[in-house]
Nanobody, 132 residues
């Protein structure tokens, strides 16, 4: 059974930083491209970043470039999302997602990585709340 478990969310003042973690099990983690998404109240799920497994290539939505940093530690089966200079509009539930098996998807981030439908496996999310 594939499990993705996010952690690291919380209440943070604007301008602060957080590092979110995504611990994976039940998958060959180092074969998986991993994406991070967020969903604010009343809005759809928005893709913010993706990291490939093959070359570690990273991709970001324009809205978060320069403030978000995605990384992975294959030895720990864990991906991370570092968020700096938090803004009120970053308040959302943050989800990690796994693309699917490398034999099918090649372990690379899809060009449409911001679309939830291109990822097969999802975590339950972690809440990030930014206060003024």
């Amino acid at each position: 059974e594939v499990q993705l478990v996010e952690s690291g969310g919380g209440l943070v003042q604007a301008g602060g930083s957080l590092r979110l973690s995504c611990a994976a099990s039940g998958v060959t983690f180092d074969d998986e491209a991993i994406g991070w998404f967020r969903q604010a109240p009343g809005k759809g799920r928005e893709g913010v970043s993706c990291i490939s497994s093959t070359d570690g290539g990273t991709y970001y939505a324009d809205s978060v470039k320069g403030r978000f940093t995605i990384s992975r530690d294959n030895a720990k089966n864990t991906a991370y999302l570092q968020i700096d200079n938090l803004k009120l509009e970053d308040t959302a539930v943050y989800y990690c997602a796994a693309r699917g098996p490398a034999w099918l998807y090649g372990g690379i981030c899809p060009s449409l990585f911001e679309l939830p439908s291109v990822f097969d496996y999802w975590g339950q999310g972690t809440q990030v709340t930014v206060s003024s």
